[in-house]
């Protein structure tokens, strides 16, 4: 699933459009030992994960869960996804359209 976070946080990384993926269909090719991790303070509890050599933002790559969101811009290729929602919409700039048909949440989708 491929969807877009409005909130300042994920905005601010540029991290905002990301693809959920499942734990056991990632694979690691090569890099891992590159991926530096960022603790946030509280309230904030997901920890966000870049390139220490690019800097690139790559979501919350290192997850123990079962599935979790990578910046979908980190991917190499054709994603062949359609974005399904838009989160934290009433968070989104002023000079931010929402050009899609996607679904709009006030906050995450499963609890809006």
């Given at each position: 699933?491929?969807?877009?976070?409005?909130?300042?946080?994920?905005?601010?990384?540029?991290?905002?459009?990301?693809?959920?993926?499942?734990?056991?269909?990632?694979?690691?090719?090569?890099?891992?030992?590159?991926?530096?991790?960022?603790?946030?303070?509280?309230?904030?509890?997901?920890?966000?994960?870049?390139?220490?050599?690019?800097?690139?933002?790559?979501?919350e790559i290192l997850s123990e869960e079962d599935s979790f969101p990578?910046?979908?811009?980190?991917?190499?290729?054709?994603?062949?996804?359609?974005?399904?929602?838009?989160?934290?919409?009433?968070?989104?700039?002023?000079?931010?359209?929402?050009?899609?048909?996607?679904?709009?949440?006030?906050?995450?989708?499963?609890?809006?």
């Amino acid at each position: 699933m491929v969807g877009t976070c409005h909130c300042s946080r994920c905005r601010k990384v540029g991290a905002s459009t990301i693809a959920f993926v499942k734990k056991e269909d990632l694979k690691w090719v090569e890099g891992r030992e590159h991926v530096q991790l960022f603790e946030p303070a509280a309230p904030y509890i997901y920890g966000r994960c870049f390139c220490r050599i690019c800097g690139s933002s790559l979501g919350e790559i290192l997850s123990e869960e079962d599935s979790f969101p990578i910046a979908a811009n980190a991917l190499d290729g054709d994603l062949r996804l359609k974005n399904q929602s838009h989160e934290f919409v009433g968070e989104k700039p002023s000079w931010y359209e929402i050009c899609d048909d996607a679904a709009q949440n006030d906050g995450h989708p499963e609890t809006s």
